[in-house]
């Protein structure tokens, strides 16, 4: 009786070991889904965040694209409306030039009158004129619209943690 009173305690002991050690792993492995669940939380919020700024960012690039495409057209209009009134010659060119005196052998003009024709461009500079005009005007909302996309982004840079 005693040896069996003895082999029950043992197995009674042995059976609550083993017990005890299932509930830790159980009690480690919920743990470890828990905190597992915590990072795949976090992970989904951070994306969610990227994705947002993402948005953002194409919003905001497609604002400053239209912007400077209505700048674009603007200074492709203004060149050529430019370029058919000079060929008109509704409107022309003044350049800010003097003249030297003109002498041919020792007879000048009179004193406070001009010897010369008014200053022009040349044909070429002409017709290359409104061109010029047009490219410089794009290339100043080419740089307002990178200095405002720089602006956007150094704000943004900033807000994100």
Not at 37 to 54: F, N
Request: net charge positive.
């Amino acid at each position: 009786m005693t040896r069996a009173l003895i082999a029950a305690c043992a197995g009674l002991a042995i059976a609550v070991t083993l017990l005890y050690l299932r509930l830790d792993t159980v009690a480690l492995e919920r743990d470890n889904a828990v905190t597992l669940a915590g990072q795949h939380a976090a992970a989904v919020e951070s994306l969610r965040g990227t994705i947002r700024l993402q948005r953002e960012l194409a919003n905001d690039q497609a604002t400053r694209e239209s912007a400077f495409l209505k700048e674009k057209q603007r200074a492709e209009d203004y060149a050529e409306s430019m370029h058919r009134c000079l060929a008109d010659g509704t409107c022309g060119l003044r350049v800010a030039a003097t003249c030297p005196a003109v002498r041919v052998g020792t007879a000048g003009a009179a004193a406070g009158e001009p010897d010369a024709g008014t200053p022009e461009l040349t044909a070429a500079a002409r017709r290359a004129y409104p061109a010029l005009v047009a490219g410089l005007k794009v290339q100043r909302a080419q740089i307002l619209s990178l200095q405002e996309e720089l602006v956007s982004l150094h704000r943004v840079c900033k807000l994100a943690p």
